[in-house]
Structure formats: structure tokens, C-alpha cells
């Protein structure tokens, strides 16, 4: 069976300070999910497995390739590595490796910035009530598949509700 493959992941933590406000007012969560950025991190992670899991082989491997030099990238690391040792969430995830790259070492990382981009510009337009037809570059990029969501202060502690639900502790 050949897989049709799927494009990309965009998560809109529509607003990075409230998520962090929200996380950093309950400290369990905080220890739980540390930042917006390794949260959004984990959620892509947990994404692409699930795509791997309804549209490729069960021993189909994934290598994960996230731009480096975000101040959170050591946080987002370490719950990474915990994922890649917690068996469940290494077979969930399909974690083949990871790693933080150069746009210029991985250029796919840019086609990654594009779509973020993109997709946030839409986002923060329909949230401030602008009418304008989506721009034809997203309509481009999205004319694959791709998973997205949003997190909110209402919703930020399914992502953690989630990963407690296989026994995983995120290192500190």
C-alpha cells in the first residue's frame, strides 16, 4: 500500500502569552508542559503519529526535523528524549529519531516556515474579522492534507490529560 503522504502540521497557539499565562497559573501543568512552544511541539509529535497510524505500515518510522535555536528548543528536547524512551509513546509517535536543524542543513524547514506563516496570518485575519479570500499562497500549500488545531486557555490541559494517559512524565 502506498501512503498518500501527509503535507504538513500547523499549530496555532493563537496567542503564545495567554498560553503561557494559562499554563503558568496552575503549576502541575507548568511542570507537565513546560512552555507554549514544547506543548505545540508535542502536539505536532502526537499528530503526525496519529497520520502514521491510520495511513502507513505498523513499523513505519518517523524522523522529526524541528529548526533549531528556539530559547525553548532544550525544554522541547528533553520531551522528546522522554518520548523516544517511554515505549508507548515511541510506538504512538512512530519516533524513528529527532533533531534540531539549520534551515540550510534541512531546507524543508523553510516550506515548514511558509506554512506557518501563512496559516497564522490567516488566522490572526479571521480573528480580527477580515473578510479577504484566503491568500492563494495557502491555498497552495494546503491543496494536501494537513491536521491543524488550536489551543486556547480552555483547552491547553487536554494536551497534558493526554499524555498522562499513558504514564508519560515529562523530564525536567
Known sequence: MQPSFLSGVAVAAINEKEIN????SDQPLKNFLGTAYTTCLMSCVAECGKWVTENCPPD???TYFFEQGHRHEGEASRFLRGANNHPILRDRYHIGGYGFYGKRDVRLLQTADLLAWEWHKWNNERLNNQKRPMRKSLVSLLEKPHRYFFFNKNNIGLQAMHLRSYGFAHEK
Open 60 to 62: 513505519t518510522k518517523v
Open 21 to 24: 499565562h494559562s499554563i503558568n
